[in-house]
């Protein structure tokens, strides 16, 4: 089983969930800082302000990432083929950048909230994001996760240089002081992965109409699905706050932060593998098979992770706060534990559906996850002020996920799961 595993994860695919790995534990040792020096209320603040630019984020990446990848790797193009599609995709980029960018400062000059004044250093980090993005794209695109696995250690080795000088300077470490850090990060990573790591050529004579027109028109879908997963993501935080205010964001992200440990790495598996699915799309039989060898493999290898945390709840979230202040947070963990089976189930069903070209149907699939979660965290916090509520409720919209996605697979695509198929798949991760 060992030897499977390992040689599953081994090359490329090591590569790609050790940089979701290291994003995973970049955000810990984040956390980890805050919970020391800072109060509820300001860990609850950083908490809002990374989910609302986590969200801006997804609709860059809705837009380009899956269109870029496509394209690049079913037709294997040059180095001149990649530098216009790296030209196109930045600029496409910039586009929406300075969209958002306009839509908040507009935004928080009519509405002075909190939030809002804090989004407006998008500006400046959105900015140093769309340069970052394009440039593992197309690591991504080109299986080059080596690449992409270095530019997330330049990331994380500036970034974190500036965090700790912040800490221990005579100011302290301030939100300013971490965006910041992240604006020079995602530029100095940026830069390196363009000229020393991809060597792409960028120029203005490479934009091309037609090459717009695909992103919108295929990424119009995909768009729509990521965005409607970061909502999935962040509906929850951004209600919490709304209905039992920043506090109780602390307590809640304290428990979702630990489900990172499992989405990194499921996100660094579902990059890898969508290349792969693509190239054998048209084999529908092979498709599933494969679908269902891999998403079987990655819950059997969750399982033992996902056991330890659901036992010793508290003490994680005591060694992560480093307090005894968050102790409903651990019930709320025990609750993702479960929910992170589902999880792998539903997003690996995605990526299936993406690689067939049905971009379509993961968006109403998605749509149909927001819409459970949404309404059920109405209830939740509403009639029962619950948080472990809330967190319950995402198994329920996972799961709605789950099989909606299978019946668009089934329905739309011509398959059909037959006994032989899970036998299968079953007989791979027992081996």
Known sequence: MLAKIKSKLSGNMLFSVGHQLLTAVYGFGLLIILYRVASKADIGRWILISSSVSLMDMLMHG????????????????????NTIASN???YALCIWLIVSVLILTS???????????????????????????????GNARSNFKAVLIQRIIFSVVSVSIILYFVLSKTGLTIPGIILAHFIGYSISALCAFVFINKISLSPKLINRGYLKFFFNYGKFTAGSMMMGSMLRNADI??????????????????????????????????????????????RKLLLQKYISLTSLIVFAALPLGFFMFIF??????????????????????VFMVYVVFLVVDRMTGVTLEAMGLARYNLVKTMLLVIVNISGNAVALYFFRSLPGVAFVSILAAITGMVSGWYFILQNAGLSIKRHHLVTGLNFVMK
């Open 63 to 82: 837009f380009l990432q899956t269109p870029v990848i496509r394209k690049l790797s079913i037709e294997q193009p040059g180095v001149k083929w990649i």
């Open 89 to 91: 995709a930045l600029f």
């Open 108 to 138: 928080s000059l009519l509405y002075h909230t909190r939030l809002l004044l804090d989004l407006r250093w998008y500006a400046a980090l959105g900015f140093s994001m769309a340069f970052y993005n394009v440039s593992w794209w197309i």
């Open 238 to 283: 951004f209600m919490i706050d709304a209905f039992m205010g920043q506090a109780a964001v602390a307590v809640y992200g304290t428990a979702q932060k630990t489900v990172e440990i499992f989405e990194v790495a499921l996100r660094g598996i579902a990059s890898h593998s969508l290349p792969d699915f693509c190239k054998i799309a048209r084999d």
């Open 313 to 334: 709840s508290d003490k994680v979230i005591q060694l992560l706060s480093g307090s005894n202040a968050f102790g409903e947070a651990s019930i709320i963990l025990k």
